[in-house]
């Protein structure tokens, strides 16, 4: 039973910025690959960005790249989603996910993560 807890959602106004934190209650395997998710109103949870715990290789969605940075302390057990050039499109509850190894199914689906997070709120305003 891990468990996954975010934080750092708010309500900014388009073109700022925010830095979400995702803490996990034990450490991570040496495999684990850690991600963020999105769900915005109405629509299905997407993938945003991944980072591998050990060796901090990256993967982002293409509606994010070059904006977000995925990072992680590995003392802290946290993994942080830094998001500059916040845009309207990008409101939705954000969810912070992690899997117990780098290998198998892709990155992308969320079916292949073992723990979530609650979720935390992001709104941009225009």
């Known amino acids: 039973q891990v468990q996954l807890v975010e934080s750092g959602g708010g309500v900014v106004q388009e073109g700022e910025s925010l830095r979400l934190s995702c803490t996990a209650s034990?450490?991570?395997?040496?495999?684990?690959?850690m991600g963020w998710f999105r769900q915005g109103p109405g629509k299905e949870r997407e993938f945003v960005a991944a980072i591998s715990w050990s060796f901090g290789s990256t993967t982002y969605a293409d509606s994010v790249k070059g904006r977000f940075t995925i990072s992680r302390d590995n003392a802290k057990n946290t993994a942080y989603l830094q998001m500059n050039s916040l845009k309207p499109d990008d409101t939705a509850v954000y969810y912070c996910?992690?899997?117990?190894?780098?290998?198998?199914?892709?990155?992308?689906?969320?079916?292949?993560?073992?723990?979530w997070g609650q979720g935390t709120q992001v709104t941009v305003s225009s």
């Open positions: 034990t450490r991570p395997s040496n495999s684990a690959i």
């Open positions: 996910a992690a899997r117990e190894s780098y290998y198998g199914r892709s990155v992308y689906s969320a079916g292949t993560y073992d723990y």
